[in-house]
């Protein structure tokens, strides 16, 4: 089982739709989780951060981790064609960062 | 602008070739890792450094070596490359090695090994 599983989609949504983006991971000692963003040939850009259990919100993301299922989400409102990349979830521990495979995301308009 | 620079942004070298891609990070961070990302496995760390002269091996090191003599400076040395090798590879930089800080990545090396 890797340590933290994705969907590698792709998924593809008309614009202005929401997004549900998940992931699972395995190692409950990481104690930070982290959503990344990559467009095509480009690094990997952090969009949101969280340390506990719950929501966390920035504009049109949001990000939920529960930790007693082990189970991260980021949500996208009104999506916009600007949106379509790759969305990296990442489960953090000392000196260690875990990704996951990435999510492909198109949002067409 | 803070940033992390990688070079060169695309190599394609022969097998045993040794090679050096270098990574530099204006930002002061004392915390900096070198990825690889392939299609299906996603990205996966092969080394990292908490700071000067200090590094350890992440989950993939075997053919990889680093070093870390200054904190702006992380280079990645493939001493013989392989074809196995043949991947993108990201730097990344932190400002420090405490989990859940921010980590600025690099644009990408895309370096093919035939």
């Known amino acids: 089982q890797k340590e933290v599983e994705q969907d590698p989609g792709p998924l593809s949504v008309p614009e202005g739709a929401i997004v549900s983006l998940n992931c699972t991971y395995s190692?409950?000692?990481?104690?930070?989780f982290m959503w990344y963003r990559q467009y095509s040939r480009k690094g990997p850009e952090l969009l949101m951060y969280?340390?506990?259990?719950g929501n966390k919100e920035d504009g049109r993301f949001t990000a939920q981790v529960d930790k007693s299922s082990k189970y991260i989400s980021l949500f996208i409102r009104d999506s916009q064609p600007s949106d379509s990349a790759t969305y990296l979830c990442?489960?953090?521990?000392?000196?260690?960062?875990?990704f996951g495979t990435g999510t492909r995301l198109k949002v067409l308009a | 602008e803070a940033q992390v620079t990688q070079n060169p942004r695309y190599l394609i070298t022969v097998t045993g070739k040794k090679l050096t891609v270098t990574c530099s990070q204006n930002?002061?961070?004392?915390?900096m890792s070198w990825y690889r990302q392939d299609p299906g496995l996603g990205l996966r760390q092969i080394y990292y450094?908490?700071?000067?002269?200090?590094?350890d091996k992440g989950d993939v090191p075997e053919g990889y070596k680093v070093s870390r003599k200054e904190k702006r400076n992380f280079p990645l040395i493939l001493e013989s490359p392989s074809p196995n090798q043949t991947s993108l590879y990201f730097c990344?930089?932190?400002?420090?090695?405490?989990?859940?800080?921010?980590?600025?990545f690099g644009e990408g090396s895309w370096l093919t090994v035939v």
């Open positions: 969280t340390y506990s259990s």
């Open positions: 990442a489960n953090s521990g000392t000196y260690k960062y875990i």
């Open positions: 190692n409950s000692a990481f104690q930070y």
């Open positions: 450094s908490m700071n000067v002269e200090v590094t």
């Open positions: 930002m002061n961070h004392e915390y």
């Open positions: 990344a930089s932190s400002p420090r090695s405490s989990s859940g800080n921010t980590i600025y």
